[in-house]
């Protein structure tokens, strides 16, 4: 089921906040986990299992990681392996066996398998539980329903925000549901819902329009109308996903972080992972970065090198060391494709880079900060090109066609200009650019009477405009819902 549908919004959202608001404390989560087995099983019956048996492995893989202090090192893998087994055989085995023929020129038939929609999210998630566990940050949680309630919880369930159990674990057990939370929680949704519609929607048509095409039978000005407007695409689209998740969340009590916070107002590539996708940058940041760091960093081969060519030297190769896999991780997370591991590898190039040199510290002169932020803005659309081609070879030509270094076929060119854009995309793209920066950062937090009666009006405007785009069956996917 779908934010963005109207079943959700005028038939299984109603319903479930209103049992919800007018029952006892007690039955909130049983309320809730109910609604989100529904959520979940309206889409995907048939894989309910698969995170029903996610959900019992991680109960009893912590329950035993706590118990038995002198296995859990064995518990833990073992545990996290059960997680992986679901996730390499429903998403990756078939590009696994793409590359084994590949290598010894052989075919294997592929297997006929469906993703399970939010497999990489809910994975995460409860391999997060299992860690805290491991790590003793949080006890064992004994209820099982609790538990289920945690890893498909349906405001994050099928796209994030990630959210890891330290964060939420005492709002599962106890929380407060208010006007305040409510109100907040609307118009968080309502934003959302709009970002998704009006915005990614529209220029989800544009972007199509030219990725189906070659690179060499469009102009350069479409090449990079095509950039912009996937960068806005799958911005508006993932965070408005994510602003709906976060108004559900308080809704129903909880507070979900933050998962993008003006990534193209960035002036680096390492900020601008600390401010997009910051729920998926920060789990790989905490459960595979900064062990792997703290690994090297113990083991005696550092120790060695650090002996034999300097502090500073050693520093750099730990830094790549620990970068690359998490990096090239960070890539596959996305999909079962080379392009999405070129794209990881792309991006933890340039924060490699960064920490290294220190260059991309805060300029103290405007020229310098606009150097810096054209230069986080290039890299960041030529990562979005890769991200969005089907193979490296089509990415390469893309970018080459967008500076100009590709050879175009002009007696090719079958589409004007007015093919790809009209007033329509024009004022979308306007709209795009004047959102991603924080001109209207907190205007729901307005306490100012008259503005809020204004921003309250605008925001019942642009429910009823979403809903229209909604109901005449305009184009209306979740990019993330493919991860």
Request: hydrophobic content about 50%; some cysteine.
């Amino acid at each position: 089921m779908l934010f963005s549908s109207m079943t959700f919004i005028y038939v299984f959202l109603p319903i479930v906040v209103l049992l919800y608001l007018v029952t006892k404390k007690e039955l909130h989560n049983p309320i809730l986990l109910a609604a989100s087995i529904i959520f979940y099983a309206w889409g995907e019956p048939k894989y309910l299992a698969i995170m029903l048996l996610t959900i019992i492995i991680n109960y009893f893989g912590a329950i035993g990681v706590d118990k038995f202090k002198n296995h859990k090192k064995l518990i833990l893998v073992l545990t996290i392996l059960g997680n992986l087994g679901f996730l390499i055989y429903f998403k990756y085995f078939n590009f696994i066996l793409e590359n084994i023929n590949l290598i010894i020129n052989s075919y294997i038939n592929p297997l006929n398998v469906i993703m399970p929609i939010g497999i990489s999210f809910y994975t995460f998630q409860a391999m997060s539980y299992l860690i805290d566990v491991y790590r003793e940050e949080v006890q064992p949680q004994e209820d099982i329903y609790k538990l289920a309630l945690y890893i498909c919880l349906f405001p994050q369930l099928v796209a994030g925000p990630i959210v890891k159990y330290h964060d939420v674990a005492e709002q599962i057990t106890d929380r407060e549901v208010n006007f305040e939370k409510v109100d907040i929680g609307v118009k968080r949704f309502i934003i959302g819902l709009a970002k998704k519609v009006l915005i990614a929607n529209t220029l989800a048509v544009v972007v199509d329009k030219i990725f189906v095409q070659d690179p060499h039978n469009f102009s350069h000005l479409i090449a990079w109308l095509g950039a912009i407007s996937y960068a806005f695409q799958l911005y508006f689209d993932f965070s408005g996903y994510s602003d709906m998740a976060i108004g559900l969340g308080l809704i129903f009590g909880f507070k979900f972080m933050e998962n993008f916070n003006y990534p193209f107002i960035s002036k680096s590539i390492s900020e601008y992972w600390r401010r997009w996708h910051i729920s998926l940058s920060s789990w790989f940041r905490d459960y595979l970065f900064y062990p792997i760091t703290r690994a090297l960093t113990s083991s005696n081969f550092i120790a060695k090198i650090t002996d034999k060519i300097g502090r500073k030297k050693a520093s750099v190769i730990l830094s790549f060391l620990a970068l690359a896999p998490t990096w090239a991780l960070i890539g596959l997370w996305h999909g079962a494709e080379w392009t999405f591991i070129v794209h990881g590898l792309y991006n933890g190039f340039f924060v490699f880079i960064e920490s290294v040199t220190k260059w991309h510290k805060e300029g103290k002169t405007k020229l310098v900060r606009f150097i810096q932020h054209s230069y986080m803005l290039i890299v960041a659309l030529i990562a979005f090109v890769i991200f969005r081609s089907k193979t490296i070879k089509y990415a390469w030509d893309y970018v080459m066609n967008m500076f100009g270094l590709l050879h175009l076929h002009k007696d090719n060119f079958v589409y004007t200009n007015v093919y790809y854009i009209d007033n329509i995309v024009i004022i979308t793209l306007i709209a795009a650019l004047l959102c991603s920066v924080p001109i209207f950062k907190n205007m729901i937090y307005v306490q100012n009477k008259v503005a809020r009666a204004f921003i309250n009006i605008w925001l019942l405007i642009l429910f009823f405009l979403s809903t229209c785009f909604i109901a005449s069956g305009t184009y209306n996917p979740f990019i993330y819902f493919r991860f």
